[in-house]
């Protein structure tokens, strides 16, 4: 591969990671205003659903080729994620939320040893078991887990349901007839606003928020502006952005790229937001990170496709 080609993908990886890390700034305020977690996802679901339907038309074969894993990734890789990720930074810190999601490699590899029944390397193992000790650090178990509890397991939630996105991609990516990622992407999102239309029921939906101004840090900003960087940027933007650079880059490089998401969001909510952590807290989103990456990292991939490295984003999500 020419070193331009990879200098330009890791450059629109980088990027992705920005994008997708700044959902969650930009969403936790609409929520303060009064806006449900559940609309909120619902908003974001439906409007990238709403751009995106140009690739869902292009790619209609997918409807009859590959039902199963686009109703499987529209209901967990994009309802799922992001309905747990929003509903847990609803209640705790928006960095604190995304940690938690990031659990979701480690416990890929628990499914895979005690479910799929197949060895994980030590080094995989030692990747999860630094990122639970990570976990307990970032909710200060000693502390009597002095974090909103229902957030916590919101937050676990969202990791399970990120795992179970890696085992679509895999299914996805096998054999010679791979999906088309943007295809899929576009149908997760159209499959995921049904799934939360029934869920959310947002003609229930408070819209005079959307019409109204939200506070970031002090500051009132116009909520359709905060709602366009949700959809646009961290949603549209991010996932598209995403898939070029994977085209570039090995999806193993790429992932690697990804987990910048957790670090640039809890940055951004420091910054924007005024969440700060405790050094406990930072010490343990390290951890967190670090042992979601050793564990991903030492987990056999997939052949080189595009659709495995699109999906260990979050969505999700967040």
């Known amino acids: 591969m020419q070193a331009s080609g990879r200098n330009a993908g890791l450059g629109l990886a980088l990027v992705s990671a920005f994008a997708f890390g700044g959902s969650g700034v930009a969403a936790k305020p609409l929520i303060e205003a009064g806006l449900d977690p559940l609309h909120m996802v619902w908003l974001r679901v439906a409007g990238a659903a709403l751009v995106l339907s140009p690739l869902a038309w292009r790619h209609r074969g997918l409807l009859l080729r590959r039902p199963a894993l686009l109703a499987g990734f529209g209901l967990v890789a994009v309802a799922g994620v992001q309905a747990f990720y929003f509903a847990s930074l609803s ?7 995304l940690l938690l999601e990031y659990l979701g490699p480690a416990l890929l590899l628990g499914y895979i040893r005690f479910v ?3 060895p994980v390397t030590r080094g995989a193992a030692a990747g999860a078991a630094v990122a639970v000790v990570g976990l307990a650090c970032v909710v200060e178990i000693w502390a009597g887990l002095s974090l909103d509890l229902l957030g916590v397991l919101f937050g676990l939630a969202a990791a399970c349901c990120q795992a179970f996105y890696f085992v679509f991609a895999d299914q996805g990516a096998d054999g ?8 899929v992407i576009a149908y997760g999102m159209l499959v995921g606003t049904l799934v939360m239309t029934v869920i959310a029921r947002p003609w229930e939906m408070d819209w005079q928020v959307l019409g109204g101004q939200a506070s970031v840090g002090g500051t009132l900003v116009p909520a359709p502006f905060l709602l366009a960087w949700v959809v646009l940027i961290a949603t549209v933007f991010a996932y598209l952005t995403g898939v070029v650079s994977v085209r570039r880059l090995s999806p193993q490089v790429a992932g690697v790229v990804a987990f910048l998401e957790a670090v640039v969001a809890t940055v951004f909510a420091w910054i924007l937001l005024g969440e700060h952590l405790s050094t406990w807290q930072i010490v343990g989103g390290g951890l967190v990170l670090g042992g979601a990456f050793i564990a991903q990292s030492s987990r056999p991939h997939p052949p080189a496709d595009v659709l495995p ?4 984003r979050e969505t999700t999500t967040a």
């Not at 209640?91 to 939320?97: D, E, F, K, N, S």
């Not at 010679?176 to 295809?183: K, S, T, V």
């Open 91 to 97: 209640r705790i810190p928006v960095g604190v939320a």
């Open 116 to 118: 799929q029944r197949k």
């Open 176 to 183: 010679d007839d791979a999906p088309d990622p943007l295809g």
């Open 309 to 312: 490295a699109v999906l260990d």
